[in-house]
Nanobody, 114 residues
Framework: QVQLVESGGGLVQPGGSLRLSCAAS????????MGWYRQAPGKQRELVATISTGDRTTYVDSVKGRFTISRDNAKNTVYLQMNSLKPEDTAAYYC????????WGQGTQVTVSS
């Protein structure tokens, strides 16, 4: 059974950092291009970062230079290091394949507020 479990969210002040993790099970993780998505209240889900099987990364313009996506195939885990957080980064964060093909996990909430 495919399962994605996100963790690491929380409340942080503007300018702070968080590291999100997504543990995958039931899939051949190492052969999948993965991504981190976010969804703010009242907005559509947005793909913010991707990482290929060869560790090539892409980012949406709004997070470039602040977020870093990485993966550990031995642990079936993808990470999102988020630095210099802004209030507009507040959202529920999810991982999935780059095309969003898997069943969505519960997500992890990130709230950036003073």
């Amino acid at each position: 059974q495919v399962q994605l479990v996100e963790s690491g969210g929380g409340l942080v002040q503007p300018g702070g950092s968080l590291r999100l993790s997504c543990a995958a099970s039931g899939i051949a993780f190492s052969i999948l291009h993965m991504g981190w998505y976010r969804q703010a209240p009242g907005k559509q889900r947005e793909l913010v970062a991707t990482i290929s099987t060869g560790d090539r990364t892409t980012y949406v313009d709004s997070v470039k230079g602040r977020f870093t996506i990485s993966r550990d195939n031995a642990k079936n885990t993808v990470y999102l290091q988020m630095n210099s957080l802004k209030p507009e980064d507040t959202a529920a964060y999810y991982c999935n394949t780059r095309n969003g093909l898997l069943r969505w996990g519960q997500g992890t909430q990130v709230t950036v507020s003073s």
